[in-house]
C-alpha cells in the first residue's frame, strides 16, 4: 500500500476560522463531505459564508465542470465531528500547548490509520506529533488564504511521519486541485512563511521608522514585483533581470548588494504604538470598504489570474497550469456521448447589462457545437494542421429565450444537408433536459483547401461520416425555423 | 510653473542593459523618440530585440489603441545621445563612483532646466546629486523589469531635488502608462527593494542550508501569496486572513510570530560555494529554456494578467486600474465620429486555428456597433438601468472575407427599417479605409419593458433619433446580402 489511491469521504475539520473554514469549502466543492467543529458560536455562519463565497468562485473558475458538492456539516463537538472521519485537518490558533493538546485527544478518539494534517503556518511537526499515540500519521498541510483557490499547500513531516502518511496526503491534496510543495528539512516557518515573514518584518519596520504607510507597502508591490510574482518567484525572474547570462551574472551585479543597509536584519518591536499605526493605516487603506466586498475582489481578481495564466503558453504556467491539469484528470461530463450534443453551464461572467447571456457567447457555444461535430466527422485539430479546414459562410441565429449564469444548457447539431463541399448545419440551444429552444443557429460551411484558399471537395472519409450522422438523424423532422430571412412584415 | 504639463518629446537613455532598455521601448511606444547609449556593442542588438518584444506584448495588453511609435536611435557617444534631449534617464551599473562621474558630464552637457533621472535600484539620490552644477533637476525615478509592462516607479528625491523636479517627471511616467509610488522619505533601497531584498536574502539563506532549491522557493511563492501580491500586497491581505476583526485581529494572533525564529535576521555570506549553488539550482530550475523564451512566456502573463485586472470591479483593480485609467486618458480613435461608424484592431488573440479571427468574435464586433447605435439614439446603459432596452431576436452572418491579428478594420452600420418596436440593422465590416466587406451583419431588435419582460413602444425621443438618422442615411442603396436565407441550391 503505497497511499496513491487515498481517497477520503468525511474529512473531519478541526478549529473552523478563515482557514478551516477555506478547507471545508474546498473539500465541500470536491464532493466530499465536510464536518466542522469549533467552539465559537460563529463558526456555522463563517463556514456558510465561505462556502458560499467559494461556490461563486469555482462556478467561474471551473465553468462547466463543477462536480456534485459534497456537504458541509457543523458538528456539536469534537468526538462528532471525527465520528466515522478518514481524514482531519486540524486549523487551531497557532499556540503549541492548545494544538498539543487537542491533537492528543483527535489521535485517542481516531482509528489509526486516519491520517490527521495540521494547517499550522510554521510550529514543527516533530514537537506537535511528539506526545500522539500513533505519531506516523500525523504530518503538517500548510494551505494559503484564501485556501479553496490558493493551490499551494506545503507538506511537512516530523521526525515520526511515515513516508506513507506524506503520500496518502499529497495524493489526496492534489485531487482537490492543489498543488504540494514537500518540505524536505524539517525548519521553523517551513518555507513560504520565512520568506512571507521576512518580507513582512521589513514592512513593519519601514511602518515603524515612518518611511511608508501599509499602502505604500502595498503598491510597492502589488504594481511592481508582485505582478511578476503571480506566475515565476524571485529566482527565475533574478534570471531573466540577469540577461542572456542568466543568474551568475545577476548574482555578480547584484550580490554586493547584500552588504548595504537594505534591510534591517531584525524583527522589530511590536510595540503598542506599532500595533496602533499599523492598524490605523490599514483603516485608512480599507477605506471603509468591508472585509466582505474586499474578499469579493480578491476571489474575482485571484479566479481572473489563474484563468489567465491557464491560457499561457501551449499547457498553461504556473497556477493555470495546475488548473489545467486538475480539470484534465477529473471525470467531467461536457458531452452527452453523442457527436451531435454538447452540453455545458453558463459561466456567470457571460452575462450582459441586461442580465442575460451576452449575444457573441451564443455564437460561441454554437461554434464550440460546430467543433464538436467536425471532430467527430474526422476533421478536428489535426485535420486542419494537414491543410484542409471547414469554413464558415454564413449565420443566421435566433433569440427566443434567455439563457442566464448559472444554468446548464445543451446544444443539438442537425445535419440540415451536404454536398461534397459544403455542410449545413442547425443547433438548438435549450436548458440541459428541456425542450423549448432558447435559441437556434443555422450555418452554411465550405470545405476548403486552406493553403491554397479556396473550396475543394472534402476527402471520402469525411463524407461518409456525414452520410452516417444524417442517417442517424434520418427520422427526425425539419426543425422549426430553418430557411428564414430576416424581414420585417408592415402591421395593417 | 508646476511641472505639471511636462512632456519630453526626446529623450536620452544612458545605459542600455535590461532596463535602460525597457525604458527605451516603453517611451518609444508612447510615441517618443528615445536615443539611447551605451558603450557595449551588443546594445543596439539588445534594444531592437527589448522594443520588440514591446512592441508585441503592448498589441495585446493595447488592441486597438496604440499611439503612433516615436524612433529608437542608437547613439555612438554620450554627447550625441544628449543633444537636443529634454528628458534623461540614467541606467548605469549600480557603482555610486560610476554613476557619479557620468551624472556630473550629462549635468555639465544639458541645459539646466532638463530633468535628469537614474534608474537606480537603492543609491541614495543625495548622494548621487552632491557633485552636480544644478544638484535640484535630478531625482531617482525607479522601475522594474520588464519596464515596458510593470507600471510601477518608485520617485525618490535627495535633498537638493526641488519640488518642481519631482512633479515633472510623475507626470512625464503617469503620462507612459506608470504608476507612481512617491518615496517620502530617502532611505537605502527605498521602499520595494527593502521588500524584495528582504524576501530574497531570506531566500538565498535557505539555500545555504539546503531547506529548499531555487525552484522550490519559487513555488513556495507562485502557487500561493505571489498570486494575491499580484493585485493586494501584504497587508491588505493579512487584513482580510484577519477576518471581520481586521488588521488589529491579525496582529494579535500573529504578533507573537514575531519573536519565533523565522526569519535569520542577516544576510548571508556570497561564498563561492552559495554563488555555483544558486546559479546550478537556477540552471535546473530554467531547464534549458532560454531566457528569450522565458521572456517571452513572461510578457505573455504579465500582459494576460493586467488585462484580467483590468475586467476586475466596476474600474478594474490594481495594475489593471491603471490601465484602464491610461486607456481613458489618451486620445485614442476608436469611432469615426459617426453614431453608424466603429474602428478597432483585431486583438491577436482572437485568432483561431485556422489562422482567422474566431467567428464569435466577428459578432462580438457587431454587438459593439449596435450597442454604438443603441448609445446614440438614447438608449444605452443608462436607458437599460431605468428599465427599457433593445433585445435582438435574429441575426445572419455572412462570411465573405478574413480578418487577422492586428488588422484595422470598421464597422458601418445602416438601419433598413424601423417602427414603434423593432428596428432592423444591416453592419459591414471591411479593412479601415477599404470597401470590400469582410463579414455581413443582419439583426432585427426588439424593443422591451424588462421589468414586464415583454415588448413595448419605444418613446418619441427614441424613435425621433432613429428617423433622423434613418434620413442621413436615406440616399445609400439598400445593402447588398441584406433579407437572404440559407439554403443550398442545388447544382445541376
Not at 4 to 10: A, E, I, V
Not at 35 to 49: G, H, Q
Not at 167 to 180: C, D, L, N, S
Not at 261 to 267: D, G, H, M, Q
Request: proline share 5%; charged share 20%.
Amino acid at each position: 500500500m503505497t497511499g496513491q489511491d487515498f481517497s477520503p469521504k468525511r474529512c473531519a475539520l478541526v478549529g473552523g476560522g478563515v482557514i478551516g473554514a477555506g478547507w471545508a469549502a474546498r473539500f465541500v466543492l470536491n464532493g466530499r463531505d465536510a464536518v466542522l467543529y469549533d467552539p465559537s458560536p460563529e463558526s456555522r455562519v463563517r463556514a456558510e459564508a465561505i462556502l458560499a463565497m467559494a461556490r461563486a468562485a469555482w462556478a467561474k473558475l471551473l465553468p462547466g465542470a463543477l462536480p456534485q458538492e459534497g456537504r458541509l456539516h457543523i458538528a456539536a463537538t469534537l468526538d462528532e465531528a471525527l465520528d466515522g472521519a478518514d481524514f482531519v485537518q486540524e486549523s487551531l490558533p497557532e499556540i503549541e500547548t492548545l494544538k498539543c493538546a487537542v491533537l492528543a485527544r483527535i489521535d485517542a478518539l481516531l482509528p489509526a490509520g486516519v491520517p490527521i494534517a495540521s494547517s499550522t503556518s510554521g510550529l514543527l511537526p516533530t514537537r506537535l506529533q511528539a506526545g500522539l499515540r500513533h505519531p506516523g500519521r500525523f504530518v503538517v498541510g500548510h494551505p494559503f488564504n484564501p485556501v479553496y483557490l490558493l493551490p499551494l499547500v506545503e507538506i511537512c513531516g516530523g521526525e515520526q511521519t511515515s513516508a506513507e502518511t506524506r503520500t496518502r496526503v499529497a495524493t489526496f491534496y492534489r485531487a482537490i486541485g492543489m498543488q504540494v510543495l514537500h518540505v524536505r528539512k524539517e525548519v521553523d516557518g517551513f518555507i513560504a512563511d520565512r520568506l512571507l515573514e521576512a518580507l513582512w518584518r521589513e514592512g513593519l519596520w519601514l511602518i515603524e521608522e515612518g518611511v511608508a504607510t501599509t499602502a505604500e507597502l502595498d503598491d510597492a508591490i502589488r504594481y511592481g514585483a508582485g505582478l511578476r510574482w503571480a506566475f515565476m518567484g524571485t529566482f527565475l525572474t533574478y534570471r531573466l533581470a540577469g540577461g542572456d547570462a542568466g543568474m551568475r551574472h545577476f548574482l555578480a551585479q547584484f550580490g554586493p548588494a547584500l552588504k548595504l543597509p537594505w534591510t534591517r536584519l531584525v524583527a522589530p518591536e511590536l510595540t503598542q504604538t506599532l500595533i496602533d499605526r499599523v492598524a490605523t493605516q490599514s483603516d485608512d487603506q480599507a477605506a471603509g470598504v468591508a472585509v466582505r466586498a474586499l474578499e469579493s475582489l480578491r476571489d474575482e481578481a485571484l479566479v481572473k489570474i489563474v484563468r489567465a495564466l491557464a491560457t499561457v503558453g501551449p499547457q498553461g504556467y504556473g497556477a493555470g497550469a495546475t488548473l489545467n491539469a486538475f480539470v484534465a484528470g477529473r471525470a467531467t461530463v461536457r458531452q452527452d456521448g453523442a457527436p451531435t450534443g454538447w452540453q455545458g453551464v453558463v459561466p456567470p461572467d457571460w452575462i450582459d447589462y441586461n442580465g442575460h447571456m451576452t449575444e457573441h457567447r451564443y455564437l460561441q457555444l454554437f461554434g464550440e457545437a460546430t467543433d464538436r461535430l467536425l471532430h467527430a466527422i474526422g476533421a478536428g485539430m489535426d485535420y486542419v494542421a494537414a491543410g484542409q479546414s471547414f469554413y464558415t459562410v454564413e449565420t443566421h441565429l435566433r433569440h427566443l429565450g434567455q439563457a442566464y449564469g448559472g444554468m446548464a444548457i445543451t446544444v443539438r447539431t442537425r445535419i440540415l444537408d451536404a454536398d461534397d463541399k459544403r455542410l449545413h448545419l442547425f443547433h438548438t440551444l435549450t436548458e440541459a433536459g428541456g425542450d423549448t429552444p432558447l435559441a437556434t443557429a443555422e450555418h452554411m460551411l465550405v470545405h476548403v483547401d486552406t493553403a491554397r484558399g479556396r473550396g475543394a471537395p472534402m476527402p471520402g472519409a469525411v463524407a461518409e461520416a456525414i452520410a452516417l450522422l444524417r442517417a442517424a438523424q434520418g427520422g427526425e423532422p425539419r426543425p422549426e425555423g430553418a430557411g428564414r430571412a430576416i424581414a420585417m412584415p408592415r402591421r395593417p
